[in-house]
């Protein structure tokens, strides 16, 4: 099998690095704008053919993974058609695809995409930041366009499936308006939150001070890449601003029930709310980046945090973040650990229950 990336940035390299784990057979050819990442993917040996142009030595490959910014996918789109092989696969990374498939339909190659988007990532970026788990278990939408033959379509999401993903295939249009709500508009939400507790904030700055727990949770994505979400945002205006109309009537609502302190159907509000988010299957990574941490008690001595440090270092386990935990209004536990993947996650709990340290899930 042959895989060809242009762009070898944190998805790119992630997927790159997967393939060569999963298929150590494979044959790679990578371009990547900045010569010293595909020279140092080839020093990993993730990469077999590091080449200095999009050339028939992609077009060649039998899958071919566009990993850039949309506004420079159509020159590439361009430079593959002519050196493009029969039966081969061109498909993305991109978190909105309908840009991505006009761009395709406009090059005349809706014969062979298949629109791609790994639901998973991390807050650093590049290639020096990409792991060969980082898709594993994670939901990898795929929207094929109307012309790719059914059987490519299946043969494509097997090849998914054994990197670990979890593929899901739909229309772009129906992708553009799934991830508007379970993931453009959270984010568009948690920056409102974020900016609310600023303004309403006062010179004493209690509100920053305090905030922790859930706060802190729901507010998590906004730490993610400002310019990255500038992006997403005007790619996907119509369906972010159709749902986020949705929750402006919600939010009118709840005002509404409180104000008149309308107790069975705050009640039903939050029973209804809880009762579907328990439902989620919590084992499977979404849009939002998933947190590795858990909550434990821990006595106020001294040296008792490093004692939990070196317990996990000599595991080999790294950790993310570490500390006390202020604000416990909806947490157990006095101390909060962050790892940096489920398996470090795992080993973690391992090794401190063994030493009789009480854990709390940190979902």
Request: aromatic share 8%; glycine share 8%.
């Amino acid at each position: 099998m042959k895989a060809g990336f242009i762009g070898l940035g944190l998805i790119g390299g992630s997927i790159a690095k997967t393939i060569r784990r999963v298929f150590p057979d494979s044959e790679i050819v990578a371009y990547n704008r900045t010569q010293s990442v595909t020279e140092q993917a080839v020093a990993d040996g993730v990469v077999n053919v590091p080449v200095d142009a999009v050339d028939a030595r992609i077009g060649s490959c039998d899958y071919i993974f566009l990993c850039t910014p949309v506004v420079t996918m159509l020159s590439y789109l361009e430079e593959l058609k002519p050196v493009l092989k029969e039966g081969a696969v061109i498909t993305d990374v991109g978190s909105v695809k309908g840009g991505i498939h006009k761009q395709v339909q406009e090059a005349g190659l809706t014969h062979c995409f298949i629109g791609g988007h790994p639901m998973a990532g991390s807050e650093k970026t590049g290639y020096a930041n990409a792991t060969d788990r980082m898709i594993e278990n994670a939901y990898y939408i795929l929207t094929p366009e109307e012309d790719v033959d059914i059987h490519t379509v299946s043969d494509f999401s097997e090849f998914i499936g054994a990197l670990g993903a979890l593929p899901i295939v739909m229309s772009s249009d129906q992708h553009d308006y799934v991830t508007a709500a379970i993931s453009h508009v959270p984010h568009v939400i948690s920056a409102s939150l974020v900016n609310m507790v600023h303004d309403l904030d006062d010179d004493a700055r209690y509100m920053k001070t305090i905030a922790a727990g859930g706060f802190k949770d729901i507010t998590r994505i906004s730490s993610s890449s400002p310019q990255m979400w500038e992006e997403i945002c005007l790619s996907n205006p119509d369906n972010i601003c159709t749902v986020l109309d949705e929750y402006i009537r919600k939010l009118i609502d709840f005002r509404f029930v409180i104000r008149n302190g309308n107790e069975d159907k705050l009640l039903q509000y939050f029973s209804d709310c809880r009762d579907y988010r328990d439902s989620f299957d919590s084992g499977k990574s979404g849009p939002i980046r998933k947190s590795y941490r858990i909550y434990l008690d821990l006595a106020d001595e001294p040296g008792a945090i490093a004692e939990i440090a070196t317990i996990l270092s000599l595991g080999g386990i790294s950790i993310k973040n570490i500390g006390i935990v202020h604000n416990r209004d909806f947490e157990q536990g006095v101390l909060k650990i962050e790892f940096y993947d489920q398996t470090a996650l795992e080993q973690g709990i391992e090794r401190l229950e063994k030493k009789s340290y009480k854990i709390y899930n940190g979902d």
